[in-house]
């Protein structure tokens, strides 16, 4: 079930009833579960894990390193469960920050132009049609941002006076009622200057889809 043309390095882990297409490439550090269907011209590589039943279809590419210009080298990771499909030309990052992963769930939909922000958690069988703030929870369909992702911040280090602020930047962003630019506006002027906070301003700001909320 691997096409003589696939690239599959021996370290690589591919469970068993596979299908590898043409033109793919599976990285060193790679490990597929049973039964993952691979299209043709399909890339894995970095610490990347899938579970069993994923289908990848052409072009896409998964586990490379992260985009984010704030990355600084290091090992980061990608986690992915079990029957989920990835269409043409989707690509999941690998993690921007020394050990931590890029973590993906099953049955969600997300809108090929949207952008999921870091520590940041989406509900299974939602549908993600805008930005998902970074530390924030989201669930639906379509999805909407309903809380800050206090597990995820705790498990990632994040000090509490980061995560206070961001629940005061959530209410204010998602529940008083404000435009954008005035809810960016207060959230600057009335929290604390931290690294946190200003990401997800940044992020917000930047958004071309709009965010969930």
């Known amino acids: 079930m691997i ?8 370290k690589a882990q591919v469970g068993e009833n596979c299908d590898v297409g043409p033109f793919c ?9 049973k039964a993952c269907r691979l299209h043709s011209h399909v890339v894995i590589e970095g610490h990347t894990r899938l579970g069993a039943g994923n289908e990848i279809f052409p072009f896409a590419s ?34 921007t920050g020394e050990g931590e992963s ?26 993600v049609v805008q930005d998902v703030p970074p530390f924030m929870l989201a669930d639906g369909n379509p999805a909407e941002t309903r809380t800050v992702n206090k597990v995820g911040m705790e498990r990632n280090g994040v000090s509490e006076e980061a995560q206070a602020a961001l629940r005061q930047a959530f ?11 005035n809810a960016l506006a207060r959230i600057e002027q009335e929290l604390p200057a931290l690294a946190e906070l200003r990401h997800l301003v940044e992020f917000v700001r930047t958004s071309e889809r709009g965010i969930s909320k």
């Open 25 to 33: 490439v599976i990285g060193e550090h790679v490990t597929l579960g």
């Open 62 to 95: 998964i586990g490379l390193q992260t985009q984010d210009l704030k990355w600084k080298g290091g090992q980061t990771r990608t986690e992915i469960g079990d029957n989920n499909t990835f269409r043409e030309c989707v690509t999941i990052n690998s993690a």
């Open 3 to 10: 096409h003589s043309s696939a690239v599959i390095h021996p």
């Open 171 to 181: 209410k204010i962003l998602f529940r008083e009622g404000l435009t954008i630019p």
């Open 102 to 127: 890029t973590v993906v769930g099953g049955v969600v939909a997300v809108h090929q132009f949207c952008r999921i922000g870091k520590m940041s958690m989406i509900g299974g069988c939602s549908k």
